[in-house]
């Protein structure tokens, strides 16, 4: 009993917290859902204007994580696995930085996008995994540049997805 007692006294508290931050949340994409509608209904051809931008802006993230892209906006470090956590925190910034596109954008496009940015993370570190233990930056990124070449790069697909749905807006 007494148990049962200390176990609902931490447990109250935490669903209290969970229920208050559910109803804010709801209110929020509520919030946000009524914007979109007001935004449509009042202003149809501005909708598609902020659309196409962040179509565009999404493309150009693509671009940008595109590995051989990264490895030469992304300075070698001298310890290689700083080099590769600053390739991996590039990644998540650009995409941190272009989040708010998701509202304008298809859900199932930006899930794609959201894909992508994992798996092209996920293959950095795979190709790190490649090598050997006392790998240097340099090694790192001709092992990325090499892979590049042999496989399709994760955003390829979601770039036809992007004219696709940009197609779609006409």
């Given at each position: 009993?007494?148990?049962?007692?200390e176990l609902?006294?931490?447990l109250v508290?935490v669903l209290?917290?969970a229920?208050i931050?559910?109803?804010y949340?709801?209110?929020?994409?509520?919030a946000?859902e009524?914007?979109?509608?007001?935004?449509?209904?009042k202003?149809?051809t501005e909708?598609?204007?902020y659309r196409?931008q962040?179509?565009?802006?999404?493309?150009i993230f693509?671009?940008r994580?595109r590995?051989?892209?990264?490895?030469?906006?992304?300075d070698?470090?001298?310890n290689?696995n700083?080099?590769?956590?600053?390739?991996?925190?590039t990644?998540?910034?650009?995409?941190?930085h272009?989040?708010?596109?998701?509202?304008?954008?298809?859900?199932d496009?930006?899930?794609?996008?959201f894909?992508?940015?994992?798996?092209?993370?996920?293959f950095?570190?795979?190709?790190?995994?490649?090598?050997?233990?006392?790998?240097?930056?340099?090694?790192?990124?001709?092992?990325?540049?090499?892979?590049?070449?042999?496989?399709?790069?994760?955003?390829?697909?979601?770039?036809l997805?992007?004219?696709?749905?940009i197609?779609a807006?006409k």
């Open positions: 009993m007494i148990d049962l007692l609902l006294k931490y508290p209290l917290i229920a931050l559910c109803y949340f709801e209110k929020i994409l509520r946000l009524n914007l979109l509608n007001f935004i449509e209904n202003h149809p909708l598609n204007v196409l962040a179509y565009e802006r999404m493309a693509l671009e994580i590995p051989t892209q990264l490895v030469h906006r992304v070698l470090l001298e290689p700083l080099y590769e956590y600053s390739l991996i925190k990644i998540q910034e650009e995409f941190e272009n989040v708010s596109q998701q509202i304008y954008i298809h859900p496009t930006w899930q794609l996008i894909s992508t940015k994992n798996m092209t993370q996920n950095i570190k795979k190709c790190k995994e490649n090598l050997n233990e006392n790998f240097t930056s340099e090694q790192l990124r001709d092992e990325i540049i090499a892979q590049s070449i042999n496989e399709k790069a994760p955003s390829s697909d979601v770039l997805k992007l004219q696709k749905d197609q807006l």
